[in-house]
């Protein structure tokens, strides 16, 4: 039976106003959080004059694509510094998070839930906790002003990660993995090619996540980082800002450039993000 079918004529006119009523506000609401993305894209076009005009203009009256070649010229070493970044932390992590998460989802061991709950008790501390010893850490291993201390403790400490696929792993039938044990299979291929493809909802978006913070990083470089040419784009972004002047016009447009990548990979992946946020990652 088709929902509303045998309401009053009046019934029906009150049930279709109060659902157009329903997606105006919807989209009015999403026009509001949209607004931030129109204006960064709007001022990244503006000149430097009219950025500062008062009353603003929200549209420029004559664009200025000359902003981004300008940042071009400068954000190429930042960009690809950004990307390596990136994609070790988003490989790596996933690596090592879905090996751990098989492990404590799957695989009975002496030990398994009370060491889960301790690797659960390291995501209480904040990082600026261990700052310092880790600062010295990296110093006597030489690995400052080395791309080391930005993705090597992220890959082996996974701990979202790690809960999420474990959570993820917990929801898959005993049958499969008790039809590839008779087939012979190790422990290994049974993860590898059996469990690894079932999750694949929760990998979107654990690497999704991963790569968000790695992208958006701005403390790790500036804290371990010294050289110019190691430095990320969120530091790009901050030359721009000086001490007496803001280029805002270049801001926004850097700015515009950095959260293209991140647009491309959300809506791509959307369907195995939501999925692996809602429904795979919460599960157990």
Same mark, same amino acid.
């Given at each position: 039976m088709r929902p509303g079918k045998g309401l009053s004529p009046a019934a029906q006119v009150r049930r279709a106003t109060g659902r157009g009523l329903y997606y105006a506000a919807m989209v009015a609401l999403a026009l509001l959080f949209l607004l931030p993305l129109i204006w960064m894209l709007s001022t990244s076009l503006k000149t430097e004059a009219q950025t500062l005009s008062i009353p603003p203009?929200?549209?420029?009256?004559? =664009?200025?694509?000359?902003?981004?070649? $300008? +940042?071009?010229?400068?954000v190429p070493t930042f960009l690809y510094n950004?990307?390596?970044?990136?994609?070790? #932390?988003?490989?790596?992590? &996933?690596?090592?998070?879905?090996?751990?998460?098989?492990?404590?989802g799957r695989l009975n061991f002496p030990g398994r839930d009370a060491a889960f709950l301790v690797l659960l008790a390291t995501a209480i501390l904040p990082s600026i906790v261990y700052?310092?010893?880790?600062?010295?850490l990296f110093l006597n291993?030489?690995?400052?002003?080395?791309?080391? =201390?930005?993705? +090597?403790?992220?890959?082996?400490?996974?701990?979202?990660?790690?809960?999420? &696929?474990?959570?993820?792993?917990?929801?898959?039938?005993? $049958?499969? $993995?008790?039809?590839?044990?008779?087939?012979?299979?190790?422990?290994?291929?049974?993860?590898?090619?059996?469990?690894?493809?079932?999750?694949? =909802?929760?990998?979107a978006a654990v690497g999704i996540l991963t790569f968000l913070e790695s992208w #958006?990083? &701005?403390?790790?470089?500036?804290?371990?980082?010294?050289?110019?040419? &190691?430095?990320?784009?969120p530091v790009a972004l901050a030359l721009f800002q000086g001490e007496f002047l803001t280029r805002v016009d270049?801001?926004?447009?850097?700015?515009?450039?950095?959260?293209? =990548?991140?647009?491309?990979?959300?809506?791509?992946?959307?369907?195995?993000?939501?999925?692996?946020?809602?429904m795979e990652g919460l599960k157990g």
């Amino acid at each position: 039976m088709r929902p509303g079918k045998g309401l009053s004529p009046a019934a029906q006119v009150r049930r279709a106003t109060g659902r157009g009523l329903y997606y105006a506000a919807m989209v009015a609401l999403a026009l509001l959080f949209l607004l931030p993305l129109i204006w960064m894209l709007s001022t990244s076009l503006k000149t430097e004059a009219q950025t500062l005009s008062i009353p603003p203009t929200f549209i420029p009256t004559d =664009p200025q694509w000359n902003n981004y070649v $300008e +940042v071009f010229r400068i954000v190429p070493t930042f960009l690809y510094n950004s990307v390596k970044l990136a994609v070790l #932390n988003v490989v790596g992590l &996933l690596f090592f998070c879905s090996l751990a998460g098989y492990a404590f989802g799957r695989l009975n061991f002496p030990g398994r839930d009370a060491a889960f709950l301790v690797l659960l008790a390291t995501a209480i501390l904040p990082s600026i906790v261990y700052l310092l010893p880790q600062y010295i850490l990296f110093l006597n291993l030489g690995w400052i002003d080395t791309h080391y =201390p930005l993705w +090597v403790p992220r890959i082996l400490t996974p701990v979202i990660g790690t809960f999420l &696929l474990r959570q993820s792993f917990k929801t898959i039938p005993n $049958e499969l $993995e008790d039809a590839a044990k008779i087939d012979g299979a190790s422990t290994f291929r049974i993860y590898w090619q059996v469990m690894l493809p079932q999750v694949k =909802p929760a990998m979107a978006a654990v690497g999704i996540l991963t790569f968000l913070e790695s992208w #958006n990083d &701005l403390f790790g470089p500036l804290i371990f980082l010294n050289s110019r040419d &190691l430095q990320t784009l969120p530091v790009a972004l901050a030359l721009f800002q000086g001490e007496f002047l803001t280029r805002v016009d270049l801001l926004m447009a850097g700015a515009t450039i950095s959260v293209v =990548p991140v647009l491309v990979l959300f809506f791509a992946a959307q369907r195995y993000f939501i999925q692996g946020i809602s429904m795979e990652g919460l599960k157990g």
